[in-house]
């Protein structure tokens, strides 16, 4: 009875899992204590009887919440696939198209044949589309009637259905809440994106399914992938099986996932430029990577390209991760001011090598970004030394929200804000001569660095920190080391 069941499902096209592609809970890693609260919905399906008898609250909804990617259809699949359950998918919006005009009819048809092919789970995925807080000028009343006639659906389960609505959002605050009411979706469920362990079980899982060489570096590849959510995960992983299969090789090796890393970043190669400009960008690049390698603070160079990518039209620089940093926001005084060099690099090198009459426009965005690193140091995280403005914040950062900010400006002197528009001109000017005399020192290093480039396009991380220790000064070699 319930393969006549899934077989008329199947027709329908709601069916999505055979059994030769069921997916476990092994196949999904790196999301926490998710797996353990939704063990409670298998052992619900496999001994249903102990369940009731132990008096235990039936199951009837299971809310995932999460970021898109992160897992959230693969472990309703997973759910079923240990549970032996039929899976019926359907997009939250499909599943209002599917009954516009039809009405509630269609929905009572779903269940019922959901039940007779139980155990059942049927999955929706962004519930927030039909499930959102209802009210407002603009009804939508297909809508709302879909929606009721599921949460009718799911009132009426009785002790004895063994079918469960699992839903998927990522936006959770939008939800109405009659639909989270107990004996619906009362069992919600987080799906994070995955930290440090998790991106590297996740790489794990996908690479496991295939070739690879031993040389696979997970520890640096979930440090440089912070961030990123499983579907991301994965689909490096597929595009470091194409970048080996384009080099006749089965086996996927650690630099194959380097070169998608890279592809991931940086986007597809654009049309190549004029010889002018590629001589332009490259000196502005070679900058960068030289002031990156020689200051203290900033971590060491891991690639530095002039080919234009669509990600990066003018070519780019790209240093190691930091984790630290990237979660915590944790930026020090001193980090900020070589950041501020680094970024006012490429400028200061168009200046020495085409004179200030011939200077271009290649660098208007860095300019804004330096000034946003000033307006950092002086005025949101007020670390200058400055008695005159002192450690007192007269600008908040956004994300604390606009009463706190409207209340600190309003008690701020207008003489503060010019004294720190004062300041922050100083610094900029400052750390321009501070670059320009730092790449002057250095112009054997910022040559070689940019022959180098226009030869080969494309240098790593070793060959810049190569060319760079070889012409470098002295000075600058020692105080960095
Ligand atoms: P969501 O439903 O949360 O948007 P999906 O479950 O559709 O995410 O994820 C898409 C694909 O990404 C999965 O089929 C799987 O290949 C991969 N993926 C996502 N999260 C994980 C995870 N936690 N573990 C393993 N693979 C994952």
């Given amino acids: 009875k319930q393969k006549e069941a899934q077989k008329q499902l199947k027709n329908i096209k709601l069916m999505v899992s055979d059994k030769d592609e069921d997916i476990f809970f092994d196949d999904v890693a790196g999301i926490g204590d998710a797996k353990v609260e939704l063990q409670e919905i298998v052992d619900f399906f496999q001994k249903p009887e102990r369940f009731r008898q132990s008096g235990s609250r039936i199951p009837r909804g299971v809310l995932l919440c999460g970021p898109p990617g992160t897992g959230k ?58 499930g959102r807080i209802r009210g407002g000028a603009k009804g939508n009343d297909e809508r709302d009637q879909t929606l009721n006639q599921m949460l009718s659906e799911m009132d009426g389960f009785d002790n004895d259905s063994s079918v469960i609505v699992m839903a998927a959002t990522n936006r959770r605050d939008i939800l109405d809440p009659a639909l989270i009411r107990p004996g619906r979706f009362d069992r919600i469920v987080y799906v994070p994106l995955p930290d440090y362990n998790g991106r590297i079980e996740i790489l794990q899982v996908h690479l496991n399914r295939r070739p690879h060489s031993a040389d696979i570096d997970y520890h640096e590849l979930a440090f440089e992938t912070n961030g990123y959510s499983g579907a991301q995960l994965a689909n490096l992983v597929n595009m470091a099986a194409t970048v080996a299969s384009q080099a006749g090789r089965d086996e996927i090796q650690n630099s194959d996932l380097g070169k998608a890393l890279e592809f991931e970043r940086l986007g597809p190669e654009r049309p190549a430029y004029s010889e002018a400009a590629r001589r332009r960008i490259a000196a502005m690049e070679a900058a960068t990577a030289l002031a990156c390698t020689l200051l203290p603070a900033i971590e060491p160079v891991t690639l530095c390209t002039i080919v234009p990518r669509e990600k990066h039209p003018l070519g780019q620089t790209v240093v190691k991760a930091n984790e630290d940093r990237e979660l915590t926001g944790l930026f020090t005084k001193r980090y900020l001011e070589e950041q501020l060099l680094t970024v006012l690099a490429g400028r200061a090198a168009e200046e020495l090598i085409y004179g200030p009459e011939e200077m271009s426009t290649m660098q208007q965005r860095r300019l804004i970004d330096a000034r946003r690193i000033v307006q950092k140091l002086v005025v949101s995280a007020a670390m200058t030394p400055n008695p005159a403005i002192g450690p007192r914040t007269i600008s908040v950062p956004r994300r604390f929200g606009s009463s706190l900010m409207q209340a600190v400006t309003r008690f701020v002197p207008s003489e503060l804000h010019s004294e720190a528009d004062r300041e922050m001109e100083a610094l900029l000017a400052e750390a321009y001569a501070t670059v320009k005399q730092l790449l002057v020192r250095n112009c054997a290093a910022l040559d070689s660095l940019m022959a180098a480039l226009l030869e080969k396009n494309t240098l790593g991380g070793e060959e810049v920190q190569a060319l760079v220790e070889q012409h470098a000064a002295a000075e600058d070699l020692q105080r960095r080391d």
């Fill in 73 to 130: 259809t693969l472990l309703a699949r997973a759910v079923a696939g240990e549970a032996g359950a039929t899976f019926i998918a359907l997009n939250a919006s499909e599943f209002v198209e599917m009954f516009v005009g039809v009405g509630a009819s269609r929905v009572r048809d779903l269940f019922a044949q959901a039940r007779a092919a139980a155990p059942a789970i049927i999955f929706i995925d962004e519930i927030d589309s039909v």
